[in-house]
C-alpha cells in the first residue's frame, strides 16, 4: 500500500481517484486536454483527434478481449458498421447525439451475432470465426452501394448541435473527447460491476465461472456487444471527423491495429487502452518524420527509410512485448509504485 493513504471504509477505497493527489493531477490532465485548441496547432489537434477516436475503439477491444479473454478480429469492421450508420442516417436528417448511439447499438447487435461461436469455441478458433464475420462486413461495405457507395466510397455531413456545425480539427476536437472521455469512465466503472468481474472469471476460466454462476451465454455475448458498440460509436465519430470514407479503410489491418494496440498497452486496463492507442498512433508518426528530417542531410535516404517503417515497427511491437508482456501500463504502475513509496525502497 502506498504512504499517506489510509481508506476508513469501502466506498473510499473503491473511489476512482482515491487519494487527493490523484484527484489533483486528473484535473490537471482534463484542464490540460480540454483547453489543448487554445495553444495546440493544427497538426497537434488533427493528432489528438485520430487519437481520441482510437482510444474509444481500443477501449471496446480490451473489454472484449482484455477482460472477458475473448478474441476479436473483427473490430475494425465494426467500427465501419458505426461510421456508414452515422454517414446514412446523418443523411436522412438525424442529428448526431442520435446517429452516434444508433451507431454503437447497430454495432453493439453484429457484435452479439458475431460472437455466438464463442459459446462453442476458443482461442485460435474463436480469431478465426471473428475473421470470417471481418470478410463478411467488409464485403457488404463494397457491395451494398446504395448505403455504403460502394468502392468510391460515401461522404457525410457535418455533426451539428443547434446550429453549431462541428467542422474543422478545433471543433471535433471537443466532440471526439467529450465522448471519449464519457465511454472511459463507464469502461472504469464497468470493471467494478458484477458484469466486470464476470468478465474476468470467463477469462481466467469459463468453466470454473459457471460453476460459480455466471452465466457465460449471457456474459460472452455481452463482452462482445459492449466491444462492438464502443467500435461503432469510435466508427460514428471517425465519419464525422473526416467527411467521407471509403472501404478501404476497414481492411483487416485496422483490426490487426486495435489488437496490437490492446496487447501493447495493457490487457484489461482503461490506462493501457489509451497508452495502447498513443503508442500505435504515434510510433509510425514519429518514424515517418525521422525519415523526412534525416533527408535534409542524407538525400535519398526517406525513400530507403519510409518502406521499411512497418518493418520497424513490428520489432518494435515484438520487442516490447517480449521484454515488457503485461503491456505499457505496468510501467507506468511501477514508476507510480516508486513514487508512491518514496523515500522507501520498493
Known amino acids: 500500500m502506498r504512504t499517506g493513504v489510509f481508506h476508513e471504509s469501502f466506498s473510499a477505497e473503491e473511489r476512482l481517484w482515491d487519494s487527493p493527489t490523484r484527484r489533483g493531477w486528473m484535473l490537471a490532465f482534463v484542464l490540460s486536454l480540454f483547453t489543448m485548441p487554445l495553444w495546440g496547432t493544427d ?16 477501449l471496446g477491444l480490451n473489454l472484449t478481449t482484455g477482460n472477458a479473454g475473448l478474441i476479436s478480429l473483427s473490430h475494425g469492421a465494426f467500427v465501419g458498421v ?4 452515422v454517414a446514412w442516417l446523418a443523411k436522412q436528417g438525424l442529428p448526431f447525439y442520435l446517429t452516434l448511439p444508433a451507431a454503437g447499438l447497430l454495432a453493439a447487435a453484429l457484435g452479439l451475432i458475431v460472437g455466438l461461436p464463442s459459446l462453442r469455441v476458443k482461442g485460435i478458433y ?32 457535418r455533426a451539428s448541435l443547434f446550429g453549431f456545425e462541428f ?7 471537443y466532440l471526439i473527447f467529450v465522448v471519449a472521455f464519457v465511454m472511459a469512465l463507464a469502461a472504469k466503472n464497468l470493471g467494478r460491476t458484477h458484469f466486470g468481474r464476470a468478465f474476468v472469471a470467463v ?7 459457471e460453476i460459480l454462476g455466471v452465466n457465460l451465454l449471457h456474459t460472452k455475448l455481452l463482452a462482445f456487444s459492449i466491444g462492438a458498440f464502443y467500435a461503432g460509436v469510435a466508427g460514428g465519430l471517425l465519419g464525422y471527423f473526416y467527411g467521407a470514407i471509403t472501404p478501404e479503410y476497414f481492411v483487416l489491418t485496422l483490426s490487426v491495429f486495435y489488437l496490437a494496440a490492446t496487447i501493447v ?9 489509451i497508452f495502447g492507442a498513443l503508442f500505435m498512433t504515434f510510433v509510425p508518426e514519429v518514424l515517418r518524420l525521422l525519415a523526412h528530417s534525416s533527408s535534409e542531410w542524407f538525400p535519398g535516404v526517406a525513400g530507403l ?33 516508486v513514487f508512491h513509496l518514496w523515500p522507501f525502497k520498493t
Open 203 to 209: 477469462r481466467e476460466r469459463d468453466f470454473s465461472a
Open 265 to 273: 498497452g495493457g490487457l484489461g486496463t482503461v490506462l493501457g487502452s
Open 305 to 337: 527509410l519510409l518502406p521499411m517503417q512497418q518493418v520497424v515497427f513490428g520489432i518494435l511491437i515484438i520487442g516490447f512485448l517480449v521484454f515488457e508482456p503485461h503491456g505499457l501500463a505496468a510501467i507506468w504502475a511501477r514508476v507510480r509504485r
Open 43 to 58: 497538426y497537434m489537434l488533427a493528432m489528438a483527434c485520430i487519437v481520441g477516436i482510437h482510444v474509444i475503439a481500443t
Open 167 to 173: 467542422v474543422g480539427d478545433h471543433r471535433n476536437f
Open 126 to 157: 474463436l480469431a478465426v470465426a471473428t475473421l470470417a464475420a471481418h470478410f463478411i462486413l467488409t464485403f457488404v461495405f463494397r457491395e451494398w452501394e446504395s448505403v455504403t457507395g460502394g468502392v468510391p466510397g460515401t461522404s457525410i455531413p
Open 82 to 85: 458505426g461510421c456508414y450508420t
